[in-house]
């Protein structure tokens, strides 16, 4: 066969090729040899010398198309309403196919001749240019063509009827009538309408949207709302909450079924719109009642229903706020007794955990209720009792805390201990005044550290390493520090001990001597408050000069301090019937040793001979006389003039004690003291956060001022406006920064 | 108290024999504090105490938080003392005391 142009009779030519299109448009058996020849056929037509019959061809294979539309229409027509849909169907199965493969048969044309008049991507997008004149019709693909004549000839005239039959038969299947057969019917005609227009470059599915999908949508959305409020009716909300989620997911699954991919959300949102959204209000009110007895079932439910609404989830957020709230405060709210700070913060990790599970159970750790807790959480532990009193966390955190790194913690394993330890940070990142909590910290530490009470070294500085990665090295710098003095304290006293051994003195102390050198500015302690300076019993002068010789040998420019208050000593006294080894206070060592020399003392010759003011020696010499190991000439309070003598009938079961030193008595002034050492830091440390600012800022509004500083010092505590104000007139005053003249609330820089 | 300090220090040693006196001192856990032994606690260059680390070094003391010995105080001739850090900075501006404009040379250094 020669590819060359030539002359054809395009009618005796169509009437063949005609024949052969006639049979693949209706799947009839066309033989390979047949459509080759037809194939050719096409390209010599559009070839033809000495013109080309391609858009004769074009033209009257537009016309077969018609004619064999409209044919196809009267037969779907003529089975009447019931049978219109499968009718369509098998004729639309039928159709599709063939006129894919005619298309195919006509690739000739396509490619070459339509084609070329096709407009480009760029001119689609861009607009036609003036090429096309008004009369102009433009050439479409065979195959094109052919969707297009379905789409005029045949979904034009049944149209009404179509959608209607169609949404028949999707109510029938929600209703649970359909037969399985129609749902292939169904999906094929939706299909069908999408497939007719998937050739075009947009709008694609314009006509599906507009002739199926929004009535339908209006349809559903009718049987949405008759549903929902039959439900309401009928049932309770478990029941509706249930009935929807239920119906939620066979929309879902019944829109992958029937529907064109787009449709799927437009359904469920439409859905949610009906049976949720419309009765949000109802929603919600129930709500507050499942949140308050807890019924996880509901509120499982409940979330998945009202997370897609805008703001659905607000007031379950603001209810489950209020009720963690009102629920830890009820937890914490009645403790009382020995061990409250265990109590408090015991149940508050009781409240925190059980609330996040459920959160995480319940809500899918959805990040808004996981804020709820949060701010409940820290709404209850920085509850105040009452306006003016601080609020009870920090004190009672920092007692946990030692409570469980003492040694009399009992009954506990080590690991135990740490897990508490790590828990117990929880509560400390909700803790607002956690400089409160670090002064208080300090000074347990302090006591624990010093009389030796810390159960393990390890667990101490475990948590000294959680607070700093809660807080930061600023907050744990002085807890490190007296936590590094102990073990330089203990190097210290391994080389002084080995320095008497060398000099063959290490019995010339003539006691076990163990000192801890403290640096100044890291603890909290005070210095020893004495009138004068304490005058040491003799027996430890020794230790005291040789440790201090020593010291200075080892170190340049420092000077050493004794706290006397804070030593102890060791007592065996021989003079009972049994020996006791007695640990007693250096002060009331000292009072002890008194006794050697005399057997009656008054009270103003011993405070005269130990250099301390009567006050102290009273406080002292009261908690030897409490505990039998001292007699007093009349009874009462310790006067001046009182005469103190030892009791030698003294009888105690135990032959090893300790007599309870003043320092551990006035706990309840220790916190007072706390509180109010924390407000002149608090101070001190908002002045210099308003100099910092002001320094880089120069000039600030003090709305604007007052915002800065609350953010910077919001790490360690929540400072009240009021301060703020008075620590901005305390820096005015000393001249830090001034009113600028022209705005009474503004401030600038003084340089 | 005379007599007594002659007592004691003839028989100090009275540890493990039955002792003839009331009472035998066996332990002392001792506490003491030691501070710089400055006559101005506060740095005059920096304003920070001088217990404390200065300025500049606790703003760079991120790594070492368990020796602060390289933060030491130094005395001067003339007896003011201050951060080390704070004044090698400063005499490489002024080689005089801030507090008494003599020249300044170097005391002493804290350990």
């Known amino acids: 066969m020669s590819l060359k142009p030539k002359k054809v009779d395009f009618r005796q030519t169509w009437n063949v090729l005609q024949e052969t299109v006639k049979g693949v448009i209706t799947l009839a058996d066309v033989p390979r040899s047949t459509w080759n020849d037809r194939f050719s056929d096409v390209y010599s037509l559009c070839v033809a010398n000495p013109e080309p019959f391609a858009d004769r061809l074009y033209n009257e294979t537009k016309c077969f198309l018609e004619n064999h539309v409209k044919q196809l229409l009267t037969k779907v027509q003529a089975q009447g309403e019931t049978g219109l849909l499968q009718a369509y169907h098998r004729a639309w199965t039928e159709y599709s196919q063939g006129i894919n493969y005619v298309h195919r048969l006509y690739l000739y044309l396509n490619q070459q001749h339509i084609k070329k008049q096709k407009l480009s991507e760029a001119e689609m997008i861009y607009g036609t240019s003036s090429t096309a004149s008004p009369g102009f019709e433009e050439q479409m693909e065979i195959g094109e063509l052919g969707l297009d004549i379905w789409k005029n000839k045949m979904i034009a005239p049944l149209r009404t009827s179509l959608v209607t039959l169609l949404l028949e038969g999707i109510y029938a299947d929600r209703v649970g009538e359909a037969q399985s057969a129609s749902t292939d019917v169904i999906r094929g005609v939706i299909q069908s309408f999408v497939r007719v227009e998937e050739y075009k470059m947009k709008g694609q599915l314009d006509m599906y949207q507009e002739m199926f999908e929004a009535p339908f949508l209006e349809a559903s959305g009718n049987f949405y709302s008759r549903e929902a409020s039959e439900l309401l009716q009928q049932s309770d909300v478990t029941r509706y909450m249930e009935r929807v989620t239920w119906r939620l997911s066979q929309e879902e699954l019944r829109a992958h ?23 949000v209000a109802w929603l ?11 019924r996880r079932r509901d509120l499982s439910l409940l979330y998945p229903l009202s997370r897609p609404l805008p703001s659905g989830l607000t007031p379950l957020v603001l209810k489950l706020t209020q009720h963690i709230t009102h629920q830890g405060l009820q937890a914490i709210g009645p403790l009382q007794g020995e061990n409250i700070h265990t109590q408090f913060v015991e149940s508050m990790l009781d409240v925190h955990s059980k609330y996040s599970e459920l959160i995480k159970e319940v809500f899918k750790g959805d990040q808004a209720f996981i804020g709820a807790l949060d701010k409940a959480c820290s709404a209850v532990v920085n509850h105040r009792p009452a306006p003016r009193q601080p609020a009870r966390a920090p004190e009672l955190l920092a007692k946990y805390c030692d409570s469980l790194l003492k040694k009399s913690a009992k009954g506990a394993s080590e690991s135990e201990i740490e897990e508490k330890l790590a828990r117990s940070i929880t509560v400390f990142k909700y803790v607002d005044d956690k400089d409160v909590f670090q002064k208080f910290y300090a000074r347990m530490l302090a006591k624990r550290l010093i009389h030796q009470q810390s159960q393990s070294m390890d667990a101490e500085e475990a948590m000294i390493d959680r607070l700093k990665q809660a807080c930061g090295y600023e907050f744990t710098n002085k807890l490190h520090r007296m936590f590094t003095d102990m073990s330089v304290s203990a190097d210290l006293n391994a080389k002084f001990t080995t320095i008497l051994r060398e000099r063959k003195e290490e019995n010339k102390l003539g006691i076990g001597f163990v000192v801890y050198v403290l640096q100044a500015g890291a603890w909290p302690l005070g210095l020893p408050p004495s009138p004068g300076p304490f005058h040491v019993p003799q027996q430890l002068e020794k230790s005291v000069q040789a440790f201090e ?42 009072l002890l040793l008194l006794f050697e020399h005399c057997d009656a003392i008054s009270c103003r010759d011993a405070a005269i001979s130990l250099r301390l003011s009567h006050e102290q020696l009273v406080k002292h010499a009261a908690s030897l006389v409490d505990c039998k190991i001292l007699k ?56 210099a956060a308003i100099v910092r600012i002001m320094k880089s800022r120069k000039l600030l509004r003090h709305n604007q001022l007052v915002q800065e500083v609350l953010g ?40 | 108290m005379a007599d007594s300090e002659q007592d004691n220090t003839d028989r ?27 006559e101005c606690d506060t740095c005059a260059i920096c304003r920070v105490q001088v217990m404390d680390a200065c300025l500049r070094c606790q703003a760079e003391s991120k790594k070492d938080f368990y020796g602060r010995q390289d933060c030491v105080v130094v005395w001067g001739e003339c007896n003011h003392s201050f951060h080390y850090c704070c004044m090698s900075l400063w005499v490489k501006q002024n080689n005089r005391c801030p507090l008494c404009q003599q020249e300044w040379s170097i005391q002493r250094m804290g350990k």
């Open chain 1, 257 to 279: 079924k029937f529907l064109h991919i787009s449709s799927v959300p437009k359904v469920r949102q439409c859905c949610e719109e009906k049976m949720v959204a419309a009765h």
């Open chain 1, 549 to 590: 010789s020593f010291y200075h040998a080892q170190f340049s420019g420092r000077k050493l301090t004794w706290l006397h208050h804070l030593c102890q000593g060791e007592l065996k006294f021989n003079y009972l019937k049994k020996p006791y080894l007695v640990t007693v206070q250096t002060y009331q060592m000292a």
């Open chain 1, 712 to 751: 910077q010092s919001k790490v360690t505590f929540a400072p009240s406006i009021g301060m703020i104000k008075k620590c901005i007139e305390a820096l005015i005053d000393k001249q830090y920064i001034e009113r600028t003249p022209n705005s009474a609330d503004e401030y600038s820089y003084v340089a």
């Open chain 1, 284 to 294: 919600h009110s129930e709500a507050d009642l499942m949140i308050e007895n807890e």
């Open chain 2, 12 to 38: 100090g040693d009275g540890d493990n024999l039955k002792s003839d006196k009331l009472f035998t001192l066996k332990k002392w856990n001792a506490v003491a504090m030691w501070s710089w032994d400055v």
């Open chain 1, 632 to 687: 007093k000439s009349v009874e009462g309070e310790l006067e001046e003039e009182t005469v103190l003598t030892l009791n030698f009938e003294y009888y105690n079961k135990r032959t090893k004690f300790r007599v309870t030193g003043a320092l551990q008595r006035d706990a309840p002034h220790d916190a007072e003291a706390t509180h109010r050492s924390v407000d002149d830091d608090r101070k001190l440390y908002l002045q």
